[in-house]
Nanobody
Framework: QVQLVESGGGLVQPGGSLKLSCAASGSVVAVTAVDWYRQAPGKQRELVATITSGSTTNYAESVKGRFTISRDNVKNTVYLQMNSLKPEDTAVYYC?????????WGQGTQVTVSS
C-alpha cells in the first residue's frame, strides 16, 4: 500500500520561507516522477513542481525562481523549498505519484501566507 505523507506547512508572513516534505512508503520516489500540487479555496488544483526519475525539475511559471523541488533517495522523501512566499501562495499543498499505473495523493498540508 502506497502512502504519501506531507508535512511542513504552516502560517508564514509574506516574504518568508517554508520547506514541505513528502515521505513515501510502499513506493520509491527515485523511480518515478513526483509532483507537488496546490489547491486554493474556490480554485482548481494546480501543478506546482515536478521532479522526474532523472532529476529533471519543472515549475509553474508563478513559482519559478522562488520554489525548489528536490529528493532524498535514502529517506525516500521529496521536498519543496518555498522562498519569497506571497499571499497568493496560500493553499493546501499535495504530493502526487503514479505507482503501478495508479495515482496516489497525500492528505495535504496547509500553507497560509499572511501578515
Amino acid at each position: 500500500q502506497v502512502q504519501l505523507v506531507e508535512s511542513g506547512g504552516g502560517l508564514v508572513q509574506p516574504g518568508g520561507s517554508l520547506k514541505l516534505s513528502c515521505a513515501a512508503s510502499g513506493s520509491v520516489v527515485a523511480v518515478t516522477a513526483v509532483d507537488w500540487y496546490r489547491q486554493a479555496p474556490g480554485k482548481q488544483r494546480e501543478l506546482v513542481a515536478t521532479i522526474t526519475s532523472g532529476s529533471t525539475t519543472n515549475y509553474a511559471e508563478s513559482v519559478k525562481g522562488r520554489f525548489t523541488i528536490s529528493r532524498d533517495n535514502v529517506k525516500n522523501t521529496v521536498y519543496l523549498q518555498m522562498n519569497s512566499l506571497k499571499p497568493e501562495d496560500t493553499a493546501v499543498y499535495y504530493c502526487h505519484q503514479i505507482w503501478g499505473l495508479r495515482d496516489y495523493w497525500g492528505q495535504g498540508t496547509q500553507v497560509t501566507v499572511s501578515s
